[in-house]
């Protein structure tokens, strides 16, 4: 996925770095504005005001000529673009490739909304091996470790067998305990 660099020629040394989503929905956006006659129903998109103006600079015979609707605050009104971007200059069926994997695994419906059970359980998942996950009615409840038995001793390991070759003497314990 290619980023869209955009260089203000009012500050050369910090070019801005745009999405192509990002820019699909500052052109949704102006089209909005051209549709509703200055009047859009839509918030204000993040960084629309900044890429307009940079693109508004741009040399038209050498770099874009295409133009975006700018919004004066002092007026609150909408400039008039004399050469708007034309409809479906950008695809407009744009599908960034994390979308395939996250629809696979299916946090994502094909329609593109969030499943939010799967990643509920998904994220409790994630958390549980770590201790910090909480368990839930609907899940497998988390082991408190102080309930866990511990382990029965083997055979070989019995009360009273010799350690290291020793035979040890049952009735020095109770001499001890006296």
């Known amino acids: 996925m290619r980023m869209v660099i ?3 020629p009012r500050n050369p040394d910090n070019p801005l770095v745009v999405h192509p989503l990002q820019l699909h929905i500052y052109l949704e956006y102006e089209l909005e504005i051209c549709q509703t006659r200055g009047h859009p129903r839509s918030p204000f998109p993040v960084g629309y005001e900044t890429v307009a103006n940079i693109l508004n600079l741009a040399n038209p015979a050498t770099e874009c000529q295409y ?13 008039k673009v004399k050469t708007a971007f034309p409809t479906g200059f950008l695809l407009t069926a744009f599908v960034d490739p994390h ?12 329609q593109g909304n969030v499943d939010k059970q799967t990643v509920e359980d998904a994220v ?7 201790g910090k996950g909480k368990a839930r009615a ?21 009360e009273g067998e010799p350690e ?4 040890a003497d049952p009735m020095s314990d109770l001499s001890a305990a006296e």
């Open 164 to 167: 290291d070759g020793v035979e």
């Open 138 to 158: 609907d899940k497998e409840m988390a082991i408190d470790p102080t309930d866990v038995p511990l382990p029965e001793d083997d055979e070989d390991d019995a």
């Open 99 to 110: 979308l395939d994997l996250l629809t696979t695994l299916g946090f994502i419906t094909k």
């Open 124 to 130: 409790w998942a994630w958390q549980a091996p770590s």
């Open 67 to 79: 133009r975006l609707a700018e919004y004066d605050h002092q007026t609150e009104t909408w400039s």
């Open 6 to 8: 955009l260089f203000d």
